[in-house]
């Protein structure tokens, strides 16, 4: 499984930026997807998941109402951010996991992509 993130880059507080990542893998269907941010000197952090079929979605509070996690029934998971905030700046990763549950940690996780830099200036 590879996983493939964009959209990242230097954006504006209270801008509305979409990333998204693709994954090449042979049965997208069949994994739960999550995204994970990370700041230096401090440990990666849970942002959203999204299960295997896209019915059920989980958030960390610090984005929840902000963020909205989403997927295709290809390849493509998006996270939708609104209203940014300075303390969203973070590298932003993408996760996979085979499975049908639902997923939160950073161990629950099997595959990671590149991560793609998120900077909101203020």
């Known amino acids: 499984v590879q996983l493939q993130a964009s959209g990242g880059g230097l954006v504006e507080a209270g801008d509305s930026p979409r990333l998204s990542c693709e994954a090449s893998v042979h049965s997208f269907r069949v994994y739960g997807m999550g995204w994970f941010r990370q700041v230096p000197g401090k440990e990666r952090e849970f942002v959203a998941s999204?299960?295997?079929?896209?019915?059920?979605r989980k958030y960390a509070d610090s984005v929840k109402g902000r963020f909205t996690v989403s997927r295709d029934s290809h390849k493509t998971m998006y996270l939708e951010m609104n209203n940014l905030k300075p303390e969203d700046t973070a590298v932003y990763y993408c996760a996979a996991v085979r499975g049908y549950g639902d997923y939160v940690l950073v161990n629950d996780f099997h595959f990671w992509g590149q991560g793609t830099q998120v900077t909101v200036s203020s």
């Open positions: 999204v299960n295997y079929n896209g019915e059920r």
